[in-house]
């Protein structure tokens, strides 16, 4: 239901997915309205009375509306009907109503959206936390490594993936009290051999590809995440300002244009769509609210691949033999901190 | 002395400079061997017996290099011989000296680093904290707002440049505590009069241009910048491979030359150069140390602007208009801090 299109859009991207994976099975959870009509014999229609919208406060989203789509589909995970789910919809509202309903693994006190970037090795940084958690200890940052690491190594079939820690330079001495403390974390985990990490990492390290993976806290990630959005919507309009100059710019943009559109398919951000909500009980999979059939498709294919690829054990394996190093956040005398108001 | 290229570039681009300005003067500060040679009617060449490198800890910088190039090329401000400071040398230790030697302004804790970003519209978004405040409180973002009015005002002929706090979110409940109460404060102050503050932006929002000035701490400002800096780096390498991949691309991109290059001069992140240090009882600027001839006369020319505008003048009416806002952080109890540890 979820989406800037919604089931137009979500619906088509579904039918496509079958088409795509023979071996897979899709609950489509929704209005019976918005459902009708879709037919596949892979598909089960789930019925749904609610729907959470982009304006519902997660209070309402959680405590109100307890038949929405959103809530049914993380029920059908819980109830092992499922093997994860996928939403376009209020990203704050479906952590909740996931972390309400799945709950965390044991030694994960906050959960953590991860996504994959572009870099200019021609591969994908993993960066998490992309904006669940505002305010985060150095524990967090560790669970928020190992999680991030399970999810790579799944991705890239890279058994020890490498984690950087974002920070402002390059030095140990650099960053905030948090910052210091997680760093001093890390090494400790990495000399265990439980974590590649390879240091601190800054902004730029993100986009270059320095590490498989980027730590930090969701305040910073989100930043980093919108700022990268933005100049790469100025870059677009510049390139297209300049082509559509006067008449010889306009027939470069000919000439130009299959280089161009090659140019532009490589940076399609379509093509990284799918957030994981790590550090659950269950996979859960945040598309953009602005996908189209094109993008919310890849963050089904994501869903599809953690499924298959077992993520979640991977994560809980990760987490258990990470656990020396998880306790401290994980005892009850901290985990008393209010959820993050994401 | 500073930057990757040192006198070399930085006497090339002081000498024209000094053609392009005919009512400019430039005091050269640096070791004699490296001064002697340049010669100019308007240009002094003032002699200091070290310099500080890249490396150099503050401390050392601060404790140890009393004679370096960058800490006379201060004291040439505070003794009102110089109207503004330029260097292209290590931040933290110019960060460090300039608050040393020249204290900061009545009302304002903590000097920042503002820089001014392309945006969308074709004009540019002057940001700040860049990265001397590691931690900042809500008085601080407010000082920064303040600052940054007052700086934006000299560079563009506003006189109420609008300014946006840096969150993840548009909502008022979004974000840290600290962001929080920032935006309560920032709103104070606007609804006196005193800050044209339209509310929190996101990270898209810089290089959309939505606002005149973007605050944030110097962590995420950092973050922020660096990430961009990736995120360019990583657009230019695409175009230039998928330009240069066959017989065919490498023609379209003959064809398409004119217009590339206009693109590229569009985006040059020289024409940016040049960070005001603000806060502090004179003018210090901060060219970017792998900075070249052109990017160098920028960072010049920056100070030049700000000196003929009367920027340090402006900044202190500002903060003197804003004193009852900015009263909490400059009482003793709060600003017996640390210094940031940049």
């Known amino acids: 239901m979820g989406g800037d299109h919604g089931p137009r859009v979500t619906l088509a991207a579904c039918r ?41 406060p997660v209070e309402i989203a959680l405590r109100r509306k307890k038949d929405s789509s959103m809530r049914v589909a993380i029920q059908q995970v819980k109830d092992g009907s499922a093997a994860a789910a996928v939403s376009a919809g209020n ?15 044991d030694g994960i006190d906050r959960p953590a959206i991860a996504s994959q970037l572009p870099n200019a090795t021609g591969g994908s940084t993993t960066v998490l936390d992309l904006g669940a958690n505002v305010d985060c200890t150095e524990h967090h940052l560790l669970q928020f490594a190992v999680m991030g690491s399970a999810l790579d190594s799944v991705l890239k079939g890279k058994e020890q993936p490498t984690v950087g820690l974002l920070n402002i330079g390059a030095e140990a001495i650099k960053g905030s009290e948090v910052i210091k403390k997680a760093g001093d974390l890390l090494r400790t985990a990495a000399n265990s051999g439980n974590l590649n990490f390879v240091g601190n990492v800054e902004g730029n390290d993100i986009f270059k590809g320095t590490t498989d993976i980027v730590v930090c806290d969701g305040f910073v990630g989100n930043v980093a995440l919108k700022t990268s959005e933005g100049l790469a919507y100025m870059v677009s309009t510049f390139l297209k300002q ?57 963050a089904l294919n994501r869903a599809y691949d953690a499924a298959r690829n077992n993520l979640l054990d991977r994560v809980r394996r990760r987490i258990a033999s990470a656990a020396p190093f998880l306790l401290p956040a994980s005892a009850p005398a901290e985990t008393g901190q209010a959820p993050a108001p994401f």
């Open 91 to 105: 990203t704050g509202a479906l952590m909740a109503i996931a972390r309400y309903v799945l709950k965390t693994l």
């Open 16 to 56: 496509r997915f079958l088409d795509e994976h023979a071996d897979a099975r899709l609950l489509l959870v929704g209005l019976p309205e918005a459902l009708q009509g879709f037919a596949h014999e892979r598909a089960t229609l789930v019925h749904a009375s609610e729907v959470v919208t982009m304006e519902d």
């Open 242 to 298: 300049e082509f559509s100059r006067n008449i010889f710019t306009k027939i470069s943009a000919i000439v130009a244009y299959p280089v161009l559109s090659a140019f532009k398919k490589r940076l399609d951000h379509r093509r990284y769509n799918g957030a994981a909500l790590l550090g659950l009980r269950g996979l859960v999979f945040k598309s953009h609210g602005s996908a189209d059939e094109v993008a919310f498709g890849q």
